[in-house]
Each structure stands twice: as C-alpha cells, then as structure tokens.
C-alpha cells in the first residue's frame, strides 16, 4: 500500500507537489473578510459543502454561502452549514460535520501545517490501492480501514520527508 502511494508520488509532477491545504485556509481567512463567520466557521462550511463537490464548486458554493445564505448543495450539507454558523468552537463544529473524512478535511484545512488527522477520501484510497474506487466501494470503509490508510499515507509521507498532508 505505501509502496503504490509512493509510485504515484514519483509520478506526480512537482507542480502537483503544493501544500494545498495552506492554500484552502487562505480562502477560509477570504470568507471571514467578506462576512461576518470566524475562520474555524469559514474552515467548517468549506467542510461541510465538500461532499461530492469538486473544488472549484466547493468554494462557490461557501462563498455563496457566506454572503446570500444561498447555497446549490443537497439539504443535508446546508443545514450542517446552517449549524456551523451558530458553533461556538471548534468542538462543536466536529460534532456538527460529524464522520471522519469530513471532520478530517475540516482539521486539515484549520491546521495546514499540523496533520491532526488525514483526510482518506475515495481519491486518497484509490491511490493507496493501486486501483479506481467507485464511491459506493469508498462507503463501505470502516473505523480501522480509515486508520489504516491514514497510517499509509503518514509512513509514506516519512520515507518522502514531507508532511503527509502533501502526500
């Protein structure tokens, strides 16, 4: 497994090789500039928009978010979102994301520099596995599966001498 995560590391073009996440909290810092949402609300609504969204519809849709209320995302995801605006701290906005990937992309975008915790999302995996996850494949992932790759990735990130979040 850390073996294929390697390969596609060396694969990789060093233009791909950016610390994407620091670039994901200065857009978090650009919400609160625009609205009246502190930076772990602005992480956490990215966060919450996040599912089954590219980037660049991730952050239109935040953005929209933060300045209408409007956002074009399933009920689920916006009431979450709607949820966050009240959150007091960062705590309660784990509790309102609720599920490991999304509470990890939420850290990972608050903390860039940190890696509290690996967000394993179907890409990640199917890295991991050599192989295209489908989503419905990604859904069946357990506790310890997620722990497991997240240790992947980390060893990997080791062996590379760059913080796992890159990788």
Not at 101 to 129: C, G, M, W
């Amino acid at each position: 497994t850390v073996n294929n995560i390697l390969k596609i590391w060396s694969l990789a073009q060093d233009s791909d090789k950016y610390d994407w996440y620091t670039e994901a909290y200065d857009f978090a810092v650009c919400l609160t500039k625009v609205s009246q949402v502190n930076v772990p609300q602005a992480c956490g609504i990215i966060a919450a928009f996040s599912p089954l969204k590219r980037w660049d519809q991730n952050k239109a849709i935040a953005l929209s978010f933060v300045t209408t209320g409007k956002a074009g995302h399933m009920g689920a995801f916006v009431k979450k979102a709607q949820a966050i605006l009240q959150a007091e701290s960062e705590e309660d906005i784990l509790r309102i994301l609720s599920g490991r990937k999304i509470q990890s992309f939420f850290l990972n975008i608050l903390y860039p520099a940190e890696a509290l915790s690996l967000t394993i999302d179907r890409h990640a995996l199917s890295v991991a596995l050599g192989h295209w996850i489908t989503e419905t494949e990604y859904s069946g992932m357990t506790a310890k599966q997620y722990a497991f790759f997240s240790e992947c990735y980390r060893h990997a990130a080791k062996r590379l001498n760059v913080n796992p979040l890159l990788v």
